[in-house]
C-alpha cells in the first residue's frame, strides 16, 4: 500500500513548482538546474524514490481504472531535448498498459487544418478510469504558432476573428474547456520542462556526437533555438494567462533528468492521491452470488 509519508512527500516536492495563479509568475524566477533540496550526490537516493513512486502510480491508477469515474489528462510541453520523452517514458513505466492512453501532436494534417484547434486533441481526451498523456497538445497555439504566425495563416480562419486579441481569447477559450473538463471528472495537469539555452545545446551536441542518438537529432530542432527567447516569452504569457487551481502548471527544472522525473512522478502522485481512490466495494447481493460461484465451482473440483 502507498504510505502517508509518500503522499506527503509527493505533495511536498510538488507543490514547490505548482502554479496556480499566474498573475506574479515570471520564468525568470525559475531556475532550469534546481534540484530543491536534493544534492546532486543525493542522484542513487533520488532513483530510489523514483522507483517508490513508479510502485504508488501502479497502486493508484489500478484503483482509477477500477473504479471508472475519473480520468487524468497529463500535458507536456517542453522546448526540444528538455526531456519530455524520458520523463513520460520512466514515470510511467509501471503503469498497466491498458489503464493509459499516450498521444504525440506533431504538425496538424490538412483534416486537423479543417477543424478547429482544439478538434484533434478533444478526440483524444482520455476516458474514465486511465491516464491520458499529451506529449505536446493544444498549447502550441498559444506557442509555436504565437512563434511562427505563418502557422496560423495555414489555419484558413475568418479574417475577422484573428484580431490583436486572438491570443487573450485562445488563453480565455483554453482555460474554459479545461475548466469544463474538471467539471466533467477529467483530472488536468500540465508541465513544463524547464530546461536552460546551454543545456539544451549541450543534448543536441550529445545527439551529434554519439551514433546511438544521431535519430533524435533534425535540422528543425536547430533552427527552433534562433527564436529562444520568442518561445521563452510565450512560454510566460501562456503559463500567466492559463494556470489555475483546477488545472495548475508545473514549471519542472528540467536541467537534471533524474530530478525532473521525480518531480514529475510526485505531481501526479499527488493529483491521484487527492481523488479518494478505493476498489469498488461489493453488495450484498453480489457477495453471495460470489459465493455461490465459488461453491459450485469446488463442487467441480
Known amino acids: 500500500m502507498k504510505s502517508k509519508d509518500l503522499i506527503e512527500r509527493a505533495h511536498k516536492l510538488a507543490d514547490r513548482f505548482r502554479v496556480t495563479d ?15 533540496w ?9 532513483k530510489e524514490a523514483l522507483q517508490e513512486g513508479v510502485s504508488a502510480l501502479a497502486e493508484l491508477q489500478e484503483m482509477l481504472y477500477a ?42 494534417t490538412s483534416e486537423d487544418l479543417d477543424h478547429d484547434y482544439m478538434w484533434r486533441c ?23 504558432v ?27 477559450d483554453i482555460s474554459n474547456i479545461e475548466k469544463y473538463l474538471t467539471r466533467n471528472g477529467v483530472i488536468v495537469r500540465k508541465f513544463f520542462l524547464h530546461v536552460s539555452k546551454d543545456e539544451q545545446l549541450n543534448r543536441f551536441l550529445s545527439r551529434l556526437d554519439e551514433p546511438a542518438k544521431n535519430w533524435k537529432f533534425s535540422n528543425a ?17 501562456t503559463i500567466r494567462h ?22 514529475v ?21 453480489k457477495r453471495e452470488e460470489l459465493a455461490q460461484v465459488r461453491d459450485a465451482l469446488l463442487g467441480t473440483k
Not at 69 to 96: C, E, P, T, Y
Open 265 to 285: 512522478a510526485a505531481a501526479v502522485i499527488d493529483a491521484l492521491s487527492s481523488l479518494n481512490l478505493h476498489f469498488p466495494k461489493v453488495d450484498e447481493t
Open 122 to 144: 478533444m478526440k483524444c481526451l482520455p476516458e474514465r478510469g486511465r491516464i491520458g498523456i499529451f506529449n505536446r497538445s493544444y498549447y502550441e497555439e498559444t506557442l509555436a
Open 67 to 108: 473504479q471508472d469515474r475519473w480520468s487524468v489528462l497529463l500535458i507536456f510541453q517542453a522546448m526540444d531535448a528538455a526531456g519530455k520523452d524520458g520523463a513520460i517514458k520512466h514515470v510511467m513505466s509501471g503503469i498497466n498498459p491498458q489503464g493509459c492512453q499516450i498521444y504525440s501532436f506533431k504538425a496538424p
Open 22 to 36: 499566474g498573475k506574479k509568475f515570471r520564468l525568470k524566477d525559475i531556475d532550469p538546474g534546481d534540484t530543491a
Open 221 to 237: 530542432d536547430a533552427h527552433e533555438r534562433e527564436f529562444w527567447d520568442d518561445y521563452m516569452h510565450a512560454y510566460e504569457a
Open 38 to 46: 536534493l544534492k546532486d550526490e543525493q542522484k542513487p537516493q533520488a
Open 242 to 263: 492559463t494556470a489555475t487551481k483546477e488545472a495548475p502548471w508545473y514549471v519542472v527544472p528540467a536541467d537534471n533528468k533524474w530530478f525532473t522525473r521525480i518531480v
Open 146 to 172: 504565437r512563434v511562427h504566425p505563418e502557422h496560423l495563416a495555414n489555419q484558413k480562419l475568418p479574417p475577422q476573428v484573428v484580431s490583436k486579441h486572438i491570443w487573450d481569447d485562445r488563453f480565455e
